[in-house]
């Protein structure tokens, strides 16, 4: 049974064809990550399921939602899907509880101490229970995410959306959200990523994406994408990624999406 | 001596000094002292003019102020949400009114109000008699200022704020209360303080609409006891009073604008 299916799916801003006809499906409890240059879509792919963008034409279905419908009980399927975003996007002027708590309340309608409850049980999770009186601004970018995590995990989200939850991080404080991710994955969780962090791929993916100038270029189990890629423009791609210094002058020119 | 880049500096800033020094000792030697603070600090009439210009001018320049700056807060929330909708007529009549409205004259629509509105609506009375009248008065045009200075505190709530509070499944009602407004308003605490101290100024027109002995404020009780006193020693006391309560506010949106930087 699949959590997401995506099929044909179209978008466009204004002139821009961003996304050029995308299938895809995620299934129960599989980590898949989404890799590609910068500007293929991956960003636009994933807002697209949970309709922070409004695809143009195709379909997109989130359990035994069909979230394109125009129907949709879009704030219903929002709370089911967590989401992650690169810049963290905590509320300022919340402590991280009230961030934590925040929906449980207003959407769910937990009470004040379940929510708190919920809120200590997830940022222990993610190592965070002693900072839950701290402001987002006193926290590290690292924390910060950890705790946009937690504050994801505690809507109990049927899955997750991570969109490049590392790449604003200093290097040295991208281990800790990583961590996390890989707790998750292990626990079982849904999740499609959007990374950069190939080693991460490599390791906790069930299956590799591989996206450029709009379309799925090619996706299997990470061993084969990444051991044996069969697309050339896959190749391009890994060795640019995987070992920038040897990336030669006469390759600058080439660029990746045609 | 050379003239290094130091000295040079340091000549041209005395020389500055030095003129300003002298301008103002010849504007000090010029004037007549004598006449000028038996016209402008006789203590007589200014003790004269205590305890009402306490208890009565400036209560009520206080209470004008308060009254037009909640009105103006209010309307001009709704505004700048309707200058932010989706929907088209609104955001029509929302520009309509902010141009419209920021381009009057504050004295022009307190005429208005109280001499258009009861000719308009001669069954109908401005609830809150004179305090009604001024606080639509002066709170229309509060309004439109307030309006936009909302509406630049809204958009200045970085984007991602709005799809985070979405994504966990908040209405755009609700992430707008709980997320945004919060966000928005810290924002714009200090233009919005600018303006209270705007507003306390422009108190000084409602004479305009006839007040009595107990809704007079601070501009209208000076001048009645100039015509009295035949002595303008009570401008002095009610630009003294109007300073107790502009310097203070001038001071909170120092703080306020300091803070907000160093937060930053
Ligand atoms: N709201 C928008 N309006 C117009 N163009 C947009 C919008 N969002 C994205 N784009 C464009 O769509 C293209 C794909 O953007 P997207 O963010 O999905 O790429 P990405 O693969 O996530 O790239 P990156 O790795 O840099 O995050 C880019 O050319 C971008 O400029
Ligand atoms: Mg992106």
Known sequence: ?258 | MKLTRRRRQRLARSAGYVVFALVILAVVAAADWGTLSEAFFRLDVARSMFPEAITVALRNTVFYTLMAFAFGLALGLVLALMRLSSVLPYRWFATAYIELFRGLPALLVLFMVGYGVPLAFPDREIPGGVYGSVTLGLGITAAAYMAETIRAGIQAVPKGQLEAARTLGMSHTRAMISIILPQAFRIVIPPLTNEIILLTKDTSLVYVLGVTSTTIELTKFAGDALNTRVNPTPLVVAGLLYLVITLPLGQVVRYLERRAARER
Request: glycine share 8%.
């Open chain 1, 1 to 258: 049974m699949s959590t997401i299916e995506i099929s044909n799916l179209h978008k466009s801003f204004a002139k821009l064809d961003v996304l050029r006809g995308i299938d895809l499906s995620v299934g129960t409890g599989e980590v898949v990550c989404v890799i590609g240059p910068s500007g293929s879509g991956k960003s636009t792919l994933l807002r697209c399921v949970n309709l922070l963008e409004q695809p143009t034409s195709g379909t997109v279905r989130v359990g035994d939602v069909e979230v394109t419908d125009p129907d949709c009980d879009i704030d219903g399927v929002r709370r089911r899907i967590g989401m992650v975003f690169q810049q963290f996007n905590l509320f300022g002027h919340l402590t991280v509880r009230e961030n934590v708590t925040i929906a449980q309340r207003r959407v769910l309608k937990r009470s004040r101490a379940e929510a708190d409850r919920i809120a200590l049980l997830n940022l222990e999770r993610v190592g965070l229970a002693d900072k839950a009186g701290s402001y987002p601004a006193q926290l590290s970018g690292g924390q910060q995410q950890r705790v946009a995590i937690a504050r994801a995990l505690a809507m109990d989200p049927q899955l997750m959306l991570f969109d490049e939850p590392t790449s604003a991080l200093d290097p040295e404080l991208v281990g800790e959200v990583l961590a996390v991710m890989r707790g998750l994955a292990a626990e079982g969780m849904t999740m499609l990523v959007v990374t950069h962090e190939m080693a991460f791929a490599r390791e906790v993916a069930s299956r590799v994406v591989f996206m450029d100038g709009g379309v799925v270029v090619e996706q299997g189990p990470p061993a084969e994408v990444f051991g044996n890629p069969r697309e050339d423009r896959t190749k391009t791609f890994l060795h640019r990624v995987l070992e920038p210094t040897s990336v030669s002058e006469s390759e600058i020119g080439a660029h990746l999406s045609e």
